[in-house]
């Protein structure tokens, strides 16, 4: 008999979060004569950073927000990309603003963070903005793990309790989303490459989620039944199609939940930069 899981639609989420939640707070700011704007500072022509980008225009437009791309190219120097955030940081009508990664070898990403007004950091990368997430403090989120873990209550797990086991520990994905569920008062466990054996991390879990960057990694026989499965990767094939670090079909057959991809963690994921761009004009303004 094949086993049907909840499929967790993050596009769905996303789409019903937009009209219930931010057009309505959008529209409250407008009527204080406040229009959200977004910068987002693009260097090279890297294609997928094009296509995110896109992404996020569409959806700031759905939202009623403002968002421009500052694009510039590859060679630009590195002075010049501080400056420009300067001016961002000190022009009021700019609410939020977001360097798209990667970034060339000659611009140091740790110098452009620690540039960015953290009340404008609406990526959450700035130090500051990472250590209130460590400390549960009220934060700009960093936007992947904010919008795991609302896709995974959204879906109406409660995270209090349960065994998370994270793979993955990078600044972006793994480290943060860990921090999240342990602040929810999740047990949890954060595997790697040198972890010893993540098939017995994995016996207990109650939700997994996966960033490891490698296509198909988590198969079904690691996974216990009844598990649910949020897939953060994202790889293009061969044949032109997109794929996740989960092998989707597979770990259907024993996931209670799992989230697709496309369709998953990405739109949740563009969702929050724009709820970040909002409630950073909330407070600004
Ligand atoms: P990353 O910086 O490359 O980190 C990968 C992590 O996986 C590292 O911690 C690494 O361990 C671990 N790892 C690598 N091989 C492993 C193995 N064989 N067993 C166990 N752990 C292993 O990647 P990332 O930036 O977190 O991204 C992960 C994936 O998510 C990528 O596919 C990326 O494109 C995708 N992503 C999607 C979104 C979205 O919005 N949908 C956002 C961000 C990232 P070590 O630390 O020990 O090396």
Sequence with gaps: ??????????????????????????????????????????????????????QKEKFADKAGILAETWRYDADVSEAKILEEIECINADDSIHGVIVQLPLPDHISVEKVL???????????FT???????????????????????????????????????????????????????????????TCHSRTKDIDKMLEDADIIIVAVGIPKFLKAESVPEGAVVIDVGIHRTEEGKLCGDVDFEAVSEKAKAISPVPGGVGPMTVFCLIENTIEAAEQLS
């Design 114 to 124: 620690n540039t960015i007004d953290p009340n404008k950091d609406v990526d959450g």
């Design 1 to 54: 008999m094949n086993h049907q899981p909840h499929i967790i639609s993050g596009r769905d989420i996303a789409t019903r979060l937009l009209e219930e939640e931010l057009i309505p707070k959008v529209n409250k700011l407008n009527k204080k004569n406040v229009q959200p704007k977004l910068v987002v500072i693009l260097v090279g022509d890297h294609a997928a950073s094009a296509s995110y980008v896109r």
């Design 127 to 189: 130090p500051t903005n990472v250590g209130r997430l460590f400390l549960g403090e009220p934060c700009l989120q960093c936007c992947t793990p904010k919008g795991i873990i609302r896709m995974i209550e959204e879906s109406g797990e409660d995270l209090m309790g349960k065994n998370v086991v994270v793979i993955g520990r990078s600044n972006i994905v793994g480290k943060p989303v860990s921090i999240l569920a342990l602040n929810k008062r999740a047990t949890v466990t």
